[in-house]
């Protein structure tokens, strides 16, 4: 017998061990490691770097080979003018000037050197950081939302099993009652149909509990999708830790990054086309081997090089930079009021969250005596339908009554807290506080 009695309570050990245990700052963590899109941020950031390599690349030595063969149909020619009769000899006589070969054979290498283009890469590489910049703070906000998702899943199914407990609580008090009334059944002294009614509120709450389990199923998949673990329905979820009385007032939401870092954006790109407005020194030389080579009556291969500074600069645009630079530049301020907006609107919320916040506070503080005065109520109607001056029904009213008043003060903790993690979750400090 102390063999099965030890057996029986290692595997009740082990099977309390093995039950899932969940925290709301847990479940944000392994939801936002397990959220797909965020995984973007290395090809993003593997891009970027990808990116800036090219633009350093600006200042290296651009090499680029070259061939020619060709045939033309005319050449320059040269026509030597008779003397006159006076000279004793002819041009002719003198020098030779040589037919200029119709066939044209190259192979050159030519070599560009940026020596200064006024900063314009060294902006296109700022330029680049703060794209990267602003697709990061993009994710930044994704990730922040997910949070929001998770808040409000894991309090509703707080809930649920707030409620599921409570339930379960009644279901037990009443079939007590229900065993408890046989002997005044048996003896006549209470009418067969209390008990009938006492089991219909059984199966009443039985279907309850079933509906309850339903739903507590349904979030629990929906949180084994978002972290990619699978926990049971019969997890035990921890209520969160106790927030600090004095609630943070600053506004940390993370799409304020986003919009910072899209003015900056549009601030170096402000930047790039003013840049783009500077002239341009290019050094440049070629080197060949052809016929001809740089002697154009010379019909042997031979080698040649050249070597020179080009300067480029548009200095008249017909103003289209400026207008370029004009059109970011409201762009900017729409970034600006969208960045307002969002602010008014955050203020507002936390207004509302603050609200109710003290909303359930005054509940809560009223909430213990409404269930004491509910358990005497009960607690009266309980020894009446012992002595048969009340029915069943009236007891399971009272008895209902009292556990919807638990019920009450259980759910207004419950909202309370989770108002608390929304006023967090609205003006973005919920990171630090958790």
């Known amino acids: 017998m102390k063999t099965i009695l030890f057996l029986s309570s290692l595997i009740l050990s082990f099977s309390i061990a093995a039950q899932d245990t969940l925290s709301l ?21 593997q891009t970027s770097e990808e990116q800036e390599k090219i633009l350093r690349s600006n200042y290296y030595p651009q090499w680029e080979l070259g061939g020619l063969a060709s045939w033309q149909s005319d050449v320059t020619t040269l026509e030597i003018v008779p003397t006159s ?3 004793p000899f002819s041009a002719a006589d003198l020098f030779v000037i040589p037919e200029v070969s119709r066939e044209n054979y190259k192979i050159t290498v030519d070599v560009k050197q940026l020596i200064w283009d006024g900063g314009a890469t060294r902006q296109a590489r700022r330029l680049e950081r703060a794209s990267l ?6 994710l930044d906000t994704e990730r922040y939302s997910i949070g929001e998702t998770v808040n ?34 048996d003896n006549g002294t209470v009418a067969a149909w209390n008990a009938d009614a006492l089991q219909a ?3 009443a709450l039985e ?6 389990s339903i739903k507590i199923g349904a979030i629990i998949e929906q949180l084994n999708i978002l972290t990619g673990k699978t926990y049971s329905k019969n997890a035990i979820i921890e209520f969160p830790e106790p927030l600090p009385k004095i609630l943070p007032t600053e506004i940390l939401r993370p799409e304020l990054k986003v919009y910072s870092a899209g003015i900056k954006k549009l601030e170096e790109t402000q930047a790039l086309l003013g840049k783009n407005r500077m002239p341009k020194i290019v050094g440049y030389g070629q080197a060949g081997y052809g016929m001809p080579g740089l002697n154009m009556f010379s019909n042997d291969f031979s080698p040649w090089a050249i070597l020179g500074i080009s300067v480029q600069w548009n200095p008249w645009d017909w103003r289209k930079n400026r207008r370029e630079q004009a059109i970011l530049g409201l762009k900017k301020e729409g970034l600006l009021l969208e960045k307002e907006t969002l602010l008014q609107n955050i203020h507002r919320a936390s207004a509302l969250k603050r609200a109710d916040i003290l909303h359930y506070e005054t509940l809560l503080s009223e909430d213990e005596a409404i269930i004491k005065l509910r358990k005497q109520v009960k607690e009266a109607a309980e ?13 399971i009213s009272e008895v209902i009554r009292e556990k919807q008043a638990i019920m009450n003060k259980e759910m207004h ?13 609205t003006t973005g400090a919920i990171p630090k506080s958790m």
């Open 25 to 45: 700052n847990q479940l944000r963590i392994e939801a936002e490691k397990n959220y797909p899109n965020l995984k973007r941020k290395v090809l993003l950031e």
């Open 85 to 87: 009769g006076n000279v």
């Open 133 to 138: 910049e602003t697709e990061l703070s993009s």
């Open 152 to 185: 409000t899943l894991f309090f509703n199914l707080l809930m649920l099993q707030t409620t599921e407990q409570i339930l379960t609580l009644t279901r037990k008090e009443f079939k007590t009652k229900s065993k408890a009334l046989q002997s005044g059944i």
């Open 201 to 203: 509120e059984i199966l």
């Open 207 to 212: 279907q309850k509990q079933s509906s309850n």
């Open 383 to 395: 020894r009446q339908l012992e002595e048969g001056t009340i029915t069943s029904t009236a007891y």
């Open 413 to 425: 903790r419950i909202l309370w807290m989770q108002s608390n993690y929304e006023y967090l979750q």
